[in-house]
């Protein structure tokens, strides 16, 4: 099978071209990609969305490990997610992190009630 790693690294956010043993290319996801599915596996066993002021501390908990935006170049958490947007979106005038599923669905329900259309079931 052939793979144009030129292709991929270019089309696909999130991944990225390395060179390892034999001076061989490879692929690999980024480093705030992998921070993205640990994102959404944190939302996922957290009912999937949660308040953005306690986000961290239940990264904490569920992945032991501690989150510092600065380390992937964002001032705060609430840039970093936004550059997550493939994965999850701040949502309300509190401001809570979701799966950008769940997202999408609160949308089209906020939607259909300014509308005043009574939603698909």
């Known amino acids: 099978a052939f793979l144009d790693i030129d292709v991929v690294t270019r089309e696909c956010v999130g991944i990225k071209k390395t060179r390892r043993s034999f001076n061989r290319e490879f692929v690999e996801l980024t480093l ?21 002021a306690n986000f961290i501390g239940n990264y904490k908990s569920v992945t032991g490990k501690n989150l510092d935006p600065t380390n992937f170049g964002f001032d705060n958490l609430e840039n970093l997610v936004n550059e997550l947007d493939l994965f999850v979106k701040i949502t309300g005038k509190k401001k809570s992190i979701a799966l950008r599923a769940i997202h999408d669905q609160i949308s089209q329900q906020v939607n259909l009630n300014r509308e005043g259309a009574e939603p698909e079931i």
């Open 32 to 52: 705030l990609f992998m921070l993205g599915n640990e994102i959404v596996e944190v939302l996922k066993k957290r009912g999937g969305i949660l308040p953005l």
